[in-house]
């Protein structure tokens, strides 16, 4: 039963990675314009995460210490400070469009505009983070996200034509219409999504908190190999229901009300009910994630205590870093910028500080100083090896792209 717990900070961790609200919207446009033909992009991005989130969850159950402590002790303090201003940007934009995201899910209950719910949003977060335990926390949120799964018994319910919609898996190029710069922009966003930094950070910090040890390596593997490929399962409900529903009629979803649709189509006013419900928990818990990866990230560096095992009074810095991280994202929210867009900017510029991650992340799997007999084996390094070279891809094009499609445009 422990090890059944346990594997909902693997849940709470993918469908926070997998599903927030920039990936249920991209996931979306892109089965809208190009069908399936992004399908291999969802298989490569829960590959990659599996990989590098086996190693973090590994250094962390051997050295009973978060990744990002080590990078800073093995590398020094100026690579990790690289590591420590890019990935926290990036969170930080991620927080805000999660924010967002959660708004613009009770803006579809209640018809109330997001922009009053975001207030009230980030008051609610603050409060659970800081009353709330962690366990707590991670099983409310992982286990209510669950009910995505509604939009993946949509796609047999709305009976598409599979020989078509395997057609468009198995051709990993654009449609008629569209061009190829603009499909390498939406591969390498969804990509992004798939392997955001803080997912890792969030990750091993999380099994620090849950106080893992050698002894519960199969606990982290568990949570690795069944979370991610679970979340991978739900962001793919949204990109083929996206691809039965709107690809056809050529029709572009850039909406959370078009994204959640087709559960409604499927399923009525019971579907529309759970989608909706699925998409709160999912973004309020990629909220979590991201406020504690902030955290996390500047406390393990300038060596705080920190975590939720601890009394908020006896991690004051840790929590007011956290606080000011809600705040900051509020104040970006505040200016009206759309919680949908902002997040496409963010999953670009988080793939440019990919290889600030991963690569740390593989030096210190690599280290018996740490890990003894457990570092890695020449399988997870090649596996390591190809996946940095990709992210690495990912980095130099996406700015690019970026411009020459217009955000995709």
């Not at 250094?59 to 402590?69: E, L, M």
């Not at 991610?228 to 409900?237: S, T």
């Not at 596996?383 to 700015?399: C, D, N, S, T």
Request: include cysteine; charged fraction near 10%.
């Amino acid at each position: 039963m422990k090890k059944f717990l346990g594997i909902t900070l693997g849940i709470l961790t993918a469908i926070g990675g997998f599903v927030d609200i920039g990936d249920i919207v991209s996931s979306s446009e892109a089965g809208s314009r190009f069908g399936l033909a992004h399908t291999w992009v969802l298989v490569v991005g829960v590959i990659g995460i599996c990989v590098y989130a086996e190693m973090a969850g590994r250094v962390t159950a051997v050295s009973n210490r978060p990744v990002f402590d080590l990078i800073r002790e093995r590398l020094g303090p100026r690579v990790a400070v690289a590591n420590l201003i890019g990935s926290y940007l990036v969170t930080l934009l991620t927080l805000a469009a999660e924010i967002g995201g959660v708004a613009l899910a009770l803006q579809l209950l209640s018809d109330v505009p997001y922009l009053v719910w975001v207030p009230l949003v980030a008051l609610v977060l603050w409060l659970a983070l800081w009353r709330v335990r962690f366990e707590t926390l991670e099983r409310i949120f992982g286990l209510a996200g669950l009910t995505l799964v509604v939009l993946v018994i949509a796609i047999l319910w709305l009976n598409p034509p599979f020989g078509e919609l395997a057609g468009q898996a198995l051709t990993p190029a654009p449609p008629e219409g569209e061009n190829w710069p603009t499909y390498w922009f939406f591969a390498i966003a969804l990509f992004a999504s798939a392997m955001t930094p803080y997912e890792v950070f969030f990750f091993s910090s999380g099994g620090v908190e849950e106080r893992w040890t050698a002894k519960d390596l199969v606990v982290s593997r568990i949570n690795v190999f069944v979370g991610f490929p679970l979340g991978g399962l739900l962001a793919f409900g949204f990109l083929a229901t996206s691809a039965i529903v709107f690809h056809p009629l050529d029709v572009g979803v850039d909406t959370l009300g078009q994204a959640v649709l087709p559960a409604g189509l499927a399923f009525g006013k019971v579907g529309l009910a759970l989608i909706i419900l699925g998409v709160f928990a999912a973004t309020f818990g990629a909220a979590m994630e991201t406020s504690l990866s902030s955290g996390y990230a500047v406390a393990q560096y300038f060596g705080w205590s920190w975590g939720k095992l601890l009394r908020p009074r006896q991690a004051i810095r840790f929590h007011t870093v956290v606080l000011v991280s809600i705040l900051l994202a509020v104040a970006a929210l505040l200016t009206t910028i759309d919680p949908v867009q902002l997040t496409e900017y963010m999953l670009i510029f988080s793939a440019v500080v990919l290889p600030l991650t991963y690569l740390p992340i593989l030096v210190v799997a690599n280290d018996r100083g740490y890990l003894g007999d457990k570092v890695n084996g020449p399988f997870a390094n090649t596996l390591g090896v190809v996946y940095l070279v990709i992210v690495m891809a990912a980095a130099v094009a996406a700015i690019p792209l970026m411009v020459m499609t217009g955000m995709g445009g």
